[in-house]
């Protein structure tokens, strides 16, 4: 259901502007998802990764590849040179964000697409974990995720000092509901969903990414 979501957002993006000429997928893992998303969009795809294996793999597919570690490393690309931007299910698994952000922001044209997903720390089935004192799924000690979002505390991180703006923003699944049960959930509720996922668009170009500010004025 979140590919489904993601996939009409690119659609969107595709139909109400001129042509995409780059996509970059942040997390593209074997480049499966990238050759879709660059497909659909009829650009080249570009992704970065930090597992070599797994950067072969989507190499071998047509993507151009960057391995890196995103929490400590610059992307490669220069300055407003993509297009679109793709972030699915990725920032759960950071614990610095600001970083990343930063540098999605920076290589993102002015008027450019972020399309960007995160698990939903204030699901229906994670509410009610905790109201029975047990450990939502979004977030475990020994599970891989180190950061949650509920609904609106990811769009204030996107949006943050007006960074982005938010055009979209919804809920992919609603657990334990199946599809298509849970499509009508999820659009009435979607701060309840089990994903959220967001369309944003990069307004203006400050000389600082907004996020590197915020960190500075924190740390001071």
């Not at 970065?48 to 960057?66: D, H, L, Y």
């Not at 407003?80 to 290589?107: A, C, I, T």
């Not at 509920?150 to 599809?179: S, W």
Request: hydrophobic letters at 40%; charged letters at 25%.
């Amino acid at each position: 259901e979140v590919d489904r979501t993601i996939a009409g957002m690119l659609e969107r993006i595709r139909r109400d502007g001129p042509p995409p000429r780059s996509l970059l997928d942040v997390g593209c893992w074997d480049g499966a998802a990238t050759e879709r998303y660059a497909r659909a969009l009829g650009c080249p795809g570009f992704g970065v990764e930090f597992f070599e294996a797994r950067a072969r793999e989507a190499e071998a597919r047509g993507i151009t590849v960057a391995r890196l570690d995103l929490e400590n490393g610059a992307f490669p690309w220069p300055d407003g040179s993509m297009d679109v931007v793709v972030s699915n299910q990725v920032f759960e698994h950071l614990k610095n964000v600001w970083r990343p952000m930063s540098e999605v922001y920076r290589v993102l044209r002015p008027g450019g697409w972020l399309v960007l997903s995160v698990p939903n720390l204030g699901s229906l089935h994670n509410r009610v974990l905790l109201a029975l004192g047990r450990q939502p799924t979004s977030i475990r000690t020994l599970g891989p995720h180190v950061r949650g979002y509920t609904f609106g505390e990811i769009q204030r991180f996107v949006a943050l000092d007006a960074g982005f703006r938010i055009v979209r923003a919804t809920a992919a699944g609603f657990y334990p509901f199946a599809v298509p049960l849970a499509n009508p959930f999820a659009r009435v509720w979607p701060g309840a969903g089990h994903t959220t996922v967001l369309l944003a668009r990069k307004e203006g170009a400050a000389a600082e990414p907004p996020w590197v500010s915020w960190y500075r004025r924190e740390r001071e």
